[in-house]
């Protein structure tokens, strides 16, 4: 239930008149830390005529967004329909995901999560359990 409250606080978000920026969102952060948080956001669900300049407009309103990726097709040059958005810090990363999840950009739902670090070394390795044992045990 706690957390379950702690969520529905970080959604809250007020709009705040400010001189630089016509509208900025403020939304406080939650006492209750994310484990999987960080400050880089995976951005799904892009439209094809999203831009970096036109994605960054729509995130930069919750802090300072200090890079913005948008991944592209080798072959074709065309959006491959997600991205990155990297904020200043953790905080406005969260805010930013709590608001924007599920909010239509261009006329499509964006699906917004934290991204994973690229795991960077050699290849992954992934035990195997020998079934031979059971499929001898259970032959009819």
Not at 9 to 16: C, E, L, M, S
Request: charged share 25%; hydrophobic share 35%.
């Amino acid at each position: 239930m706690n957390n379950n409250l702690a969520s529905l606080a970080r959604t809250i978000v007020t709009k705040f008149r400010s001189p630089s920026s016509p509208w900025r969102f403020y939304c406080s952060p939650s006492s209750v830390s994310t484990p999987s948080s960080s400050n880089k956001l995976f951005v799904g669900g892009l439209s094809w005529s999203v831009d970096e300049k036109s994605l960054k407009d729509a995130f930069s309103s919750f802090g300072d967004v200090t890079e913005v990726r948008i991944v592209y097709d080798k072959d074709s040059g065309r959006s491959r329909g997600f991205g990155f958005v990297i904020f200043s810090n953790e905080d406005n990363a969260i805010c930013a995901k709590d608001a924007m999840d599920g909010k239509a950009l261009l006329g499509r739902p964006l699906r917004i999560s934290f991204a994973l670090e690229k795991a960077r070394g050699g290849p992954v390795v992934v035990p195997r359990i020998s079934d031979i044992g059971y499929r001898n045990r259970h032959r009819t």
